[in-house]
C-alpha cells in the first residue's frame, strides 16, 4: 500500500465509450499527477494540480478530461478514445517542500491498465 | 530545460554480479535527483534521492547512488544482483523549488540465475 490508490487497476473500452479513472490520497499531499505510460515510450506527464487548481496540460488530447474536486482526489474521464490512448495510467501525489527531509517525491499509485478496442 | 539519460534501456546480469545503472542529467540549477524502481504491474517506487548534502546517497534494498557534478551524474549501483531486483529502474531530476520531476526513459534490469 503506496497511500495513493487507483481505480479500476484494468480496464477495457471501446472507442465510443465513456469512463473515469480515479485517484485518491490520504497523506496530505497537495499537488496531483497523471501521468501515461505507453511500452517502449518515456513516462508522459499529462496533468498537475496544485491544490485542485490544474498548473499544466502538457498539450493533452481533449478526449482526456482531468478533474480534481479536492486534494485527495483526482479523476480522469475518458471519452472517444483511441486504440493508441491504450497504456498503464498513473497517479502520483507530492507534497509540500520540506528542505531537510527532501522534497518533491512523488508518490505514485499501482496505475490503472487501460486497453481501448 | 532539465532532462535526464539513461544509457541502456536494457541490462542483463548474473545474480550476485554488481548492478550499474547509468544515468546523466542535464540542469540549469542545483538538481534534486531521484530513482524509482517499478515491478511488474505495479507503479513506481522510490529507491533513493539526492537533495543537498552528502553525494553518496543510500536507498532500499540495498542499492545507493552517487552523485557527481563535474560528470553531471547520479548512477546507480548495487554489489550483489538477487532475483528480486529484476524491474524497471528510472531516473529523474527536478529544480529544487518544489518543481515537478524530469524522468529518464527508464532502464529494464533482467538478473539471470
Known amino acids: 500500500e503506496t497511500g495513493v490508490t487507483q481505480t479500476p487497476r484494468h480496464l477495457v473500452m471501446g472507442m465510443t465509450n465513456k469512463k473515469s479513472l480515479k485517484c485518491e490520497q490520504h497523506l496530505g499531499h497537495n499537488a496531483m499527477y497523471w501521468y501515461k505510460q505507453s511500452a517502449k515510450k518515456p513516462l508522459e506527464l499529462m496533468f498537475v494540480?496544485?491544490?485542485?487548481?490544474?498548473?499544466e496540460n502538457n498539450s493533452v488530447p481533449s478526449r482526456f478530461s482531468p478533474e480534481c474536486p479536492n486534494s485527495s482526489h483526482l479523476f480522469l474521464h475518458l471519452h472517444t478514445l483511441q486504440p493508441e490512448d491504450s497504456a498503464l495510467y498513473l497517479c502520483?501525489?507530492?507534497?509540500?517542500?520540506?528542505?531537510?527531509?527532501?522534497?518533491?517525491?512523488?508518490?505514485f499509485g499501482a496505475g490503472s491498465r487501460l486497453t481501448v478496442l | 530545460a532539465q532532462s535526464v539519460t539513461q544509457l541502456g534501456s536494457h541490462v542483463s546480469v548474473s545474480e550476485g554480479a554488481l548492478v550499474l545503472l547509468r544515468c546523466n542529467y542535464s540542469?540549469?540549477?542545483?538538481?534534486?535527483l531521484f530513482w524509482y524502481v517499478q515491478y511488474p504491474n505495479q507503479g513506481l517506487q522510490l529507491l533513493l534521492k539526492?537533495?543537498?548534502?552528502?553525494?553518496l546517497v543510500k536507498g532500499i534494498n540495498g542499492f545507493e547512488a552517487e552523485f557527481k557534478k563535474s560528470e553531471t551524474s547520479f548512477h546507480l549501483t548495487k554489489p550483489s544482483a538477487h532475483m528480486s531486483d529484476a524491474a524497471e529502474y528510472f531516473c529523474?531530476?527536478?529544480?529544487?523549488?518544489?518543481?515537478?520531476?524530469?524522468f529518464g526513459g527508464g532502464t529494464r534490469v533482467l538478473v539471470k540465475p
Open positions: 502520483a501525489s507530492q507534497g509540500q517542500l520540506k528542505v531537510v527531509s527532501g522534497a518533491n517525491v512523488l508518490t
Open positions: 539526492y537533495t543537498t548534502g552528502a553525494t
Open positions: 529523474a531530476v527536478s529544480k529544487a523549488a518544489g518543481n515537478k520531476l524530469t
Open positions: 540542469s540549469s540549477v542545483p538538481p534534486y
Open positions: 494540480y496544485n491544490f485542485k487548481e490544474q498548473t
